[in-house]
């Protein structure tokens, strides 16, 4: 279908009322007077009646699927958050329609959470946190450093390269896999490419320290299964700020229950919330963070300037930031 250019440019924010997707202290009016010539309009909370959105080309939110049927001119579609889990799959019969990310927006709260997740380990945290509980005064000879360690970053995309600026100033010899691979940049090790032969088991056999930035595709699913979790040095800590599809969690909670891995921290799991009947609660040495790397002030800001700039290309005719591909799955 061919848009009539004549026609107002028409784009919604479609805002979360739980504050998962949100602009802060004014700053959704001032993206609406920094572009006169697009029409912006917002919505709260349920989702958006047909009339507001049946002209719309430009929706920034989470659509459902009859958000998504009532806008036939729909052209570009921005999520809100870093990954973008299933909706290749659900735009299949649209391939008109631009699909991005807000990837940029939380890396640098995800990699200072895994940084946090890591430096509890190194402390172990986990037994002094247990210790208070029952009020039992005892010093862990468990320490760890981050100076020195061998850290593995599976996944180098935004939350991965914020990590390893800052594990290099740690003095960690910094790993990583991305898809691609590539030159390493400064503070990285080694950079290899995620499938070229024996690279993932390679860096996770040498690893104290593995960090699972991966995204959801159909590649990454229990990518960390019970063979390679078992290539992984013993005593050595697994953190997944990515996606819980990543690790397959019944090998590692073996992993952990016969003392092969010293910990892990786990902001997702496979099953979110995590059920309460999983085991993963009780194992002493595991730290569960709910989900939360997206808690961050400044993401309003970073969203306010990737939309600005999204915007600015839109309009502009240039391409935009952070395009997913389809046939990858991010």
Known sequence: MLLDEA????AVLHFDTAGDFALSDGLADQLIARFPALTI???HGAPPPSALIADAEVYVGVPDDATLAAMPRLRWLQLPSAGCDGWPARLAGRPEVVLTTANGVFGVPAAEHALALLLAFCRDLPTYVRQQDRQHWAKTLRARELDGAIVAILGFGDIGRELAVRLAACGSRVLALSRRGGVAPPGVAELHAVDAPGAIDGVLAQADFVVACLPATPATVGLLDARRLA????GAVLINVGRGSAVDEVALIAALERGHLGGAGLD???IEPLPAASPLWRLPQVLITSHSVNTAPGKHRRRFRLLDQQFTRWLAGDALLN???????Y
């Open 7 to 10: 026609m107002p440019r028409i």
């Open 268 to 270: 997702v799991t496979t």
């Open 231 to 234: 290539l992984m040095r013993p």
């Open 41 to 43: 309009r917002q919505h």
């Open 323 to 329: 395009v997913v591909d389809r046939q990858a799955g």
